[in-house]
């Protein structure tokens, strides 16, 4: 299924070269929907202006030259220039209708990518929270688009099973007569109180540091507490995991623990470290503290441990090293810096070629109804295993009140979560608002569910008629159809967007307009007058469940058939 504006993109890329246009010349910037329609056409093409100072020509003739020059193709009608030196094109009635598909098929991408994408990061001990709901949701999309276009994806979530709070952990379950009937809500608090003894009692601190060094050594008693700790943990986080329909893996920090030491050797070897209060570091170019002075990547600490900075140059490093590609990190805007500095010094030490692309996806917070972070009324996180409860509750409420069965609402609830999260741009920060969530108006979960629901009804009715008036696709369209099949035809170029700039939020307003735009058709139109079904009113209908149901599993939404 070809997209618009990529395809008039690249149609303007090769008329711009031969009219003499340099090599970074960026076509995208100057295509784009004409949203009103009508005389300007569907599609303008505005650069003109751009190519004037460049080749030191008249607008207005280059505009012409562009008119004619610029393929239009299959899709579109010859261009026309309007204005001072605007280039309109009209997407052709013939091809809008022929690529009404009730089967949405994404493009493959021309050359797929070995992906990797780290995302969720719960620690071992410790309950999954609200914390981490962005980054699971976030990261499970992300993973969605770029799977859907053919790249090999690699789901990890880096799991924190490691370090100086491990010893003090084991050290106090020493305490604790049985720690395998532990809950994770138990451990986390044995957590807390772990903390308490390591920060108030001395003797306790000097015992928990040597369990480090029992763990490390791989003495029996620590590994069996650690192994048990993972174990417990992990079993935890793929309850919730299963719970919001997300696939990943763990890779333990303890995974990169044997290559550390080779990191740190490696960037010596190289002349990259410095000695500062003790601990090794990389200085990096640009990086100041407040005070102006060089902001140092500590890469192994005075006392010769090691930190977040050691174990992500150790992953990138071998991720690198197994073939990948791309090295995607969906984490909170408030490490930006930190990865910035991290991929600085991966890509000095060699280890981050220029061909393989490092990106980080940052994202806001969860904001409660006060607009402050979202906590309990104690202070504490929101436990996520609360908060999926709860929405399932919500759901099993709004199907009650609607005659739907439990196991809908259900699916409503947890539903309702994942779209709420990918409906806001992932930048902005928002409010968790159940009542928001798992309302029927507005961009919301249920709405969409049921909008594709009562579509498909409209479908199985039409299906059901007595007879199919006339062949389909054979007429030229009407305002309202034609409406609706632009919107369509703009499927694929959100999702190339939406995958390019990492923002799910993009497909989630456009879903919502789809939904809109088809009731306006569906007021205007009748898909079935008589007994008589219009067969390209039911393509239309047909190809709008294709959106809406293609595009939610991009959103990590599985669609009812009915409710």
Known sequence: MAAPLAFLTEALRDAAARLGAPEDFEAARFVQRNRGGGERGDVQVNAAFALAKTLRRNPAEIAAELAGAIDAGPLFAPGEVSGKAFVNFRLRDEWLVERLAADVALTPAAEPERVVVDFSSPNVAKEMHVGHLRSTIIGDSVCRHFEARGHSVDRVSHVGDWGTQFGMLIRHLDDVADPSTLSIADLDALYKEAKRRFDADEAFRDEARQRVVDLQA??????????????????????????LGVDVREVGESFYQPLLAGVVADLEEQGLVEVSDGAKVVFVEGFTTREGTPLPLIVQKADGGYNYASTDLAAIR????????????????????????VYAVARRAGWLPDDVEAVHVPFGLVLGEDGKRLRTRSGDSVALRSLLDEAEER?????????????????????????????HNRMTNYVFSFDKMVSLEGNTAPYMLYAYARIRGIVDKARGADEVAGAGGERPLDDSERALAKVLADFEDVVDRATAEYQPSDVSEYLFAVSQEFNRFYERSRVVSEGRVDPLRLRLCEATAGALRTGLDLLGVRVLERI
């Open 218 to 243: 791989g003495e029996p008693r620590a590994r069996e507490l650690w192994e048990l700790l993972c174990e417990g943990s992990r079993a935890e986080f793929h309850e919730l995991y299963d719970q």
């Open 318 to 341: 071998h991720r690198v090293e197994q073939g990948f590609d791309r090295i995607v990190y969906v984490v909170d805007h408030g490490q930006s810096q930190h990865f910035e500095m």
């Open 395 to 423: 759901g099993r409420a709004l199907a009650h009140e609607h005659g739907a069965p439990e196991d809908v609402g259900s699916h409503l609830g947890l539903s309702a979560i994942r779209y709420a999260e990918l409906s």
